[in-house]
């Protein structure tokens, strides 16, 4: 070997070790940057983004301790995030897999094969196209507690035979979820109880006060003790009346403030596909 060609041959290798070495490292910094911008993602519930960093830095070129951390990481995710179940049937009911998955523009699937698909808490349009380009989509809420929310499309009777602008088909859902605050059974009772204690007040006062003016009347300030009596019970039961009463209006005032929130949720869908021979439609609706 010459003398030119050992020295290139030594810079060759000189340069080459430090470019491996310095792609390492930036190889584990991606690693490690991922897991923690994982991390904050999740806190954030963007569970669709947490679980692309977490694909990253589970990857095998990473080191080992972040590896294992993201990978139990992304299980949690799998169990904590909303997800959807979505199913797509040809109009005759049969189900439809291989084709790609979109929500909101961005894909999530390349081949669809049915299993549950992680969302973000929010609105969503999910949209499905089949080998063919035919299209079919949905709109629809997503709730933090969702678990394998159903969500149905579907598609046109025979995609293959029809054109796609002619076959375009959409069930449109309208998802409308309020927080619905029903009134608890205890409010009403405790009501039902301060109204009733009340008229126990007002009746049981306007007694005794009208027997105490007969008194006043026809023997003070010389009444016997047995004479007092009557009236003096009545007001005791109307003093009583009224403290009930309010205890009562309270208790359900206080219930009535403090009764739980829970989410109501009702959807109705509305779509129709066109077809060689006519048409079809739909309306579908859960409350």
Known sequence: ????????????????????????????????????????????????????????????????????????????????????????????????????????????????????????????????????????????????????????????????????????SATRARSAVTDARPVPAITWILGGAAILTAASFATFGTIGSNEADDLRKSCAPKCRENQLDAPRTKFIIADTSLVLSALALSGAVVTFVLRPTRADSRTLSVGGAPMSSGGSAWIRGSF
């Not at 909303?82 to 390349?110: E, K, M, N, S, Y």
């Open 1 to 168: 070997m010459t003398l030119r060609a050992l020295l290139v041959t030594l810079v060759a290798a000189l340069t080459a070790i430090p470019s491996s070495a310095r792609a390492d490292e930036n190889d584990k910094l991606l690693c490690i940057s991922s897991a923690e911008a994982a991390q904050q993602f999740r806190r954030d519930h963007k569970f669709v983004d947490a679980a692309r960093e977490l694909e990253t830095c589970r990857r095998a070129s990473c080191p080992e301790v972040v590896r294992v951390d993201c990978n139990n990481w992304l299980r949690e995710i799998g169990d904590a995030a909303p997800t959807i179940a979505l199913r797509v049937r040809a109009t005759d009911g049969d189900l439809l897999t291989g084709g790609r998955v979109t929500v909101d523009g961005v894909l999530r699937v390349q081949s669809f094969e049915g299993r549950p698909i992680i969302l973000d808490p929010g609105v969503h349009d999910v949209a499905y196209e089949d080998v063919a380009g035919h299209v079919v989509q949905a709109r629809m809420t997503v709730r933090a507690d969702d678990r394998n929310l159903p969500i149905s499309l579907v598609a046109t009777a025979n995609p293959a035979l029809e054109p796609r602008h002619e076959t375009h």
